[in-house]
């Protein structure tokens, strides 16, 4: 009733201005004047399920172009195929001189993990910095694009690794949940004690939020640590609550996944530890690199938003890989370049017809 009342008001011309996600893009609009699509790299503008798949960017230009208006796609870190449009010349570039409340970009390194020791994913040039930053009074921010407790659950002895029933991902350790889950299906299982298989002691491999929280708070004793993924925050009110622990200063350190990056503001973070840079650089979707060059850009610019400019560490073991909010477009290029198979201006999906054969592997 609320839609259909919003709709009229659009439809009417009494609203001048319509706001509105994904599907706003349909807005009857009666006399429209522009059309502006902010942060329009966002993987969300793409509608993926049910029978109509869109990308409510790509409506937005088209439908911009139909009505003879202006559109604006707004963006710190432009989708490849935008920048394509920019090369090409069909889309003019607007830069935005000054930065909202910052003064100076955060400085941005690589710290190399084939030269420096690591203890559950931290290494040393990274712990040695959160001291400095902490002891300065300020906040530090960890990011690791995984949740859980651990990626593999692992038989040292027989090489078992707990496999999803429901389909070919492997299970994710929960620990506190005592539950094995599939981040890919949805699927649950208990979490073992032993190998099903042999009946060796089995062994959590890897790194997620839950297990870099307890790190943490090892390495940093009485260090207040406040976490954010979706297995601790469920309910909209536990996101404003752990958000509030951490703009009073009573958390210290944040770890957290994509979520911290989702334009919240800490303006007394003044570090940023990017844990798992190398993950998104070798996965079957060729759209993992660019999203992973965004995701760094976009978390780095959580740091230093107050009066205090901003650092940020990214771990990594190609630190040859260029990686500066600085040289964005450079990024996704350098990026993306390797990967012939990568359409770099548009993309459309072909579905073996039905009841035809279907070839994986
Ligand atoms: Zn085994
Ligand atoms: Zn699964």
Redesign the pocket.
């Known amino acids: 009733r609320e839609r259909l009342l919003a709709w009229r008001e659009a439809f009417s011309g009494r609203a001048r201005v319509v706001l509105g996600t994904r599907s706003a893009v349909f807005a009857p609009v009666s006399n429209l004047g522009i059309i502006i699509v902010d942060e329009e790299h966002d993987a969300s503008y793409k509608q993926h399920d049910g029978g109509f798949r869109y990308s409510a960017r790509d409506l937005a230009v088209m439908r911009a172009r139909g009505a003879n208006v202006p559109v604006v796609l707004g963006s710190a870190t432009p989708a490849i195929e935008t920048l394509h449009n920019l090369d090409s010349g069909r889309y003019t570039r607007l830069t935005l001189t000054r930065r909202a409340m910052r003064a100076a970009p955060p400085r941005l390194s690589l710290i190399d993990l084939r030269a420096h020791a690591q203890s559950g994913g931290l290494s040393t040039p990274a712990v040695q910095a959160m001291t400095a930053h902490l002891a300065a009074g300020a906040q530090v921010l960890v990011f690791i694009n995984r949740r859980g407790y651990a990626p593999t659950l692992l038989?040292t002895?027989?090489?078992?690794i707990a496999p999803c029933t429901e389909c070919d991902a492997r299970l994710t350790v929960h620990l506190a949940a005592r539950a094995l889950r599939c981040h890919h299906c949805g699927a649950d299982a208990p979490l073992p004690q032993r190998?099903p298989?042999?009946?060796?002691a089995v062994k959590a491999v890897g790194q997620g939020t839950e297990r870099v929280e307890e790190t943490l708070t090892s390495v940093f004793p009485g260090v207040p640590v406040v976490r954010l993924d979706r297995d601790v925050i469920r309910r909209p009110g536990e996101l404003e609550q752990a958000m509030h622990r951490i703009a009073s200063g009573e958390g210290r350190i944040v770890i957290g996944t994509q979520m911290v990056t989702k334009g919240h503001d800490f303006p007394n973070v003044t570090l940023v530890v990017v844990l798992n840079a190398d993950q998104g650089l070798f996965s079957s979707d060729f759209r993992a690199p660019e999203r992973l060059a965004q995701m760094i850009v976009q978390v780095a610019g959580r740091s230093g938003r107050g009066e205090r400019p901003g650092e940020v560490l990214v771990q990594t073991e190609f630190p040859s890989i260029p990686c500066s909010p600085a040289c964005w477009p450079r990024v996704t290029r350098a990026l993306r370049a390797p990967r012939c198979g990568a359409p770099r201006s548009g993309l459309a999906p072909v579905q073996p017809p039905r009841g035809g054969a279907r070839l994986s592997g």
Request: charged share 0%.
């Open positions: 038989c002895a027989c090489g078992w190998c298989q042999c009946g060796f």
